[in-house]
Nanobody, 120 residues
Framework: QVQLVESGGGLVQPGGSLRLSCVAS????????MGWYRQVPGKEREPVAV??????NYADSVKGRFTISRDNAKNTVYLQMNSLKPEDTAVYYC???????????????WGQGTQVTVSS
């Protein structure tokens, strides 16, 4: 059993900051990529930022404002969001590409999502 749990969402004013966290737990052998995605009603889920062992990638809309990082010892990924805009409002989901103990395969696991609302 593998579980991803996000935290840190909430309501913030434009220009403010939030820090999201996502902890992966369970029978995990290895984690490859971890990332953050977001979704608004009526639209497809879109990638925000992804981090692997040696690289990070960001959506153009968040470059220079968001920073993704991870703590491998804690199986945790973070998303520091600065200079937030109303258009950043969405449900943010964490995803991990990981292999469970006893498995040869890497599979994608998702968290339940955390709401981020940017409004004055």
């Amino acid at each position: 059993q593998v579980q991803l749990v996000e935290s840190g969402g909430g309501l913030v004013q434009p220009g403010g900051s939030l820090r999201l966290s996502c902890v992966a737990s369970g029978s995990i052998f290895s984690i490859n990529a971890m990332g953050w995605y977001r979704q608004v009603p009526g639209k497809e889920r879109e990638p925000v930022a992804v981090i692997t062992s040696g690289d990070t990638n960001y959506a153009d809309s968040v470059k220079g404002r968001f920073t993704i990082s991870r703590d491998n010892a804690k199986n945790t990924v973070y998303l520091q969001m600065n200079s937030l805009k109303p258009e950043d409002t969405a449900v943010y989901y964490c995803k991990a590409e990981l292999a469970k103990h006893g498995s040869r395969w890497y599979e994608d696991y998702w968290g339940q999502g955390t709401q981020v609302t940017v409004s004055s």
